[in-house]
């Protein structure tokens, strides 16, 4: 994303004319290959991020095929050129970041090819505690699942602590599965996708499909639901989760908020061999103020 105007009414529609002003070749080409391809739709620019379109409006989670006069049901899955593709798990969508070579062979209607790979249950349970978000939730699954070791593999979440989960925190973790080094964080469908899937206006046929189906093939979750069975397990009480901050270095590093004092002068003292400058003060000058190490100045 590159921006050359912030900060005015105008801002966003200047920097969209100058990105198809820079991108004009591209997205004609693009535009050609919609029209020369059936199923071959694109997004404008400016639209979105692509994984939160993904989630907000093109996943269906049960797509629908008629050929011959047969209509065929089947799930949802997605293979996408950006890491965090996995976003769209949070969904039930089986979803995973791919290479441009894989993408283009996908697109073009070859089957991507993969071993069968090791799958971790996640087990939930409670809820979180008023103040904890769903980021101090993300950092604490990350720092177990590289603790666990899950590259290559399949991460499902499951159990009671699904139902007090929004989507939108499921597609936080999802999202996240990079960090913890999983292939994909996977969600079952259950009462709070449909919820999802009504509040972002999907059409009320395709809802009851998703419903009907994933209960008559079961993939459906809810409160009764039987423990699926997996390669290994790790278990979360939701309750037990407190405010954190990732680092210093990575999401994995994840510190308690009570404990960030003492983290970060040991990461001054024993990382950055920088314990003697902790209490230095810097002026600013022209400001009546200075600064030190530690200071929050702008965040993001």
Not at 164 to 188: H, K, Q, S, V, W
């Amino acid at each position: 994303v590159i921006v050359d105007e912030f900060g005015t009414p105008l801002a966003f529609a200047r920097n969209v004319e100058l990105e198809y002003e820079r991108n004009e070749e591209r997205y004609k080409f693009l535009k050609w290959g919609q029209q020369a391809f059936r199923n071959f739709r694109v997004v404008p620019p400016g639209t979105g991020i692509c994984h939160q379109v993904n989630l907000e409006y093109l996943g269906q989670v049960v797509w629908t095929n008629t050929e011959s006069g047969e209509t065929t049901a089947y799930p949802d899955t997605c293979v996408g050129t950006d890491s965090h593709t996995t976003m769209i798990n949070g969904l039930g969508v089986l979803g995973w970041g791919v290479g441009g070579i894989e993408a283009e062979a996908a697109m073009l209607g070859q089957p991507v090819s993969m071993l069968l790979p090791e799958v971790i249950g996640f087990r939930l349970t409670g809820r979180l505690r008023e103040g904890v978000t769903a980021t101090d939730l993300v950092l604490t699954v990350t720092q177990m699942l590289r603790k666990k070791g899950v590259v290559g593999k399949f991460v499902e979440f499951f159990g009671p602590g699904l139902s007090n989960m929004t989507l939108a925190d499921r597609a936080t973790i999802g999202n996240m599965a990079p960090e913890y080094g999983a292939t994909c964080g996977f969600f079952p469908v259950d009462g709070e996708t449909i919820r999802y899937l009504t509040m972002s206006g999907r059409e009320e046929n395709r809802i009851a499909l998703v419903e009907a189906y994933a209960k008559a093939q079961g993939m459906w979750r809810d409160t009764g639901s039987a423990d699926p069975v997996f390669t290994d397990l790790l278990e979360l009480d939701l309750g037990s989760v407190v405010p954190s901050m990732a680092g210093p270095k990575r999401p994995e590093g994840r510190v308690a908020l009570e404990g960030i004092p003492d983290g970060f002068a040991k990461a001054m003292e024993t990382e950055y061999k920088k314990a003697a400058e902790i209490d230095k003060r810097y002026a600013v000058e022209g400001t009546n103020y200075d600064l030190g190490h530690g200071d929050v100045v702008i965040a993001a």
